[in-house]
């Protein structure tokens, strides 16, 4: 059963711990699905906040909720925890685990350009051109954006979902007030990558991480 079926079907317990502890509110859960090499970004966020997301995996123990902060540069790792009440229902928590700080390994000297191409009531279409250097003159790919209307930006959700390397680089996020729907990156008029938004819904959770962190 896929972890978006468990979540949407059974009842929620959450933690609380002391005021000075750091909440972490989510509002809605997303798929992005690459149709390049079939993989799926499955990741819950906050529509007025784009500064941490979260995903549940399967790990070797089980599964594991991970909130990826990233102003603070860290990873917080709770244990998903689900107990059967009945047939077809559980009960799952959250267990606060640990926090690991993220040092960036990737250095991606690669410079992106936004620019609006048109749009309607409905959508905006855009492009990125991702070039290899700073003045912008070596181009190396365009990247086609149809983005659907909305009052939140969520463009940051869209780069930590689909653009390797930039997860954390936060700097690099455009003001666009919309969700990706499809991007098309090409190079030389060949399609390269394709990815396109297959869930986007309402949710409500809520983890708390404690003041005193573990730190591994």
């Known amino acids: 059963m896929k972890i ?13 711990f002391i005021s000075s502890a750091q909440s972490y509110k989510f509002d809605k859960f997303i798929i992005y699905q690459n149709l390049t090499d079939s993989i799926e970004s499955n990741v819950y966020c906050n529509s ?14 089980g599964q594991e909720a991970l909130i990826y902060d990233l102003i603070n540069k860290k990873v917080h790792y709770f244990d998903v925890i689900k ?8 009960e799952i928590s959250f267990k606060y685990k640990n926090s690991k700080a993220v040092i960036e390994k990737y250095n991606t000297n690669y410079f992106f350009e936004y620019n609006k191409i048109d ?8 492009k990125l051109v991702v070039y290899k250097n700073k003045s912008k003159n070596k181009k190396i790919n365009e990247i086609e954006l149809k983005i659907k209307k909305d009052k939140s930006n969520y463009f ?17 996020d455009f003001s666009i007030d919309g969700i990706v729907e499809t991007s098309r990156t ?28 573990i730190i591994k």
């Open 119 to 126: 749009d309607d009531s409905l959508y905006n279409y855009s």
């Open 156 to 172: 940051p959700l869209y780069r930590f979902c689909t653009m390797h390397t930039f997860e954390f680089k936060t700097e690099m």
């Open 186 to 213: 090409k190079k030389d008029d060949l399609i390269t990558n394709e990815i396109v938004l297959t869930n986007f819904e309402d949710f409500d959770l809520e983890l708390v991480v404690p003041k005193d962190l």
């Open 83 to 90: 107990k059967s009440i009945g047939d077809d229902s559980n």
């Open 48 to 61: 007025n906040n784009s500064n941490y997301f979260l995903r549940v995996l399967n790990s070797y123990h």
């Open 4 to 16: 978006k079926i468990i979540l949407f079907t059974i009842n929620i317990f959450f933690f609380s």
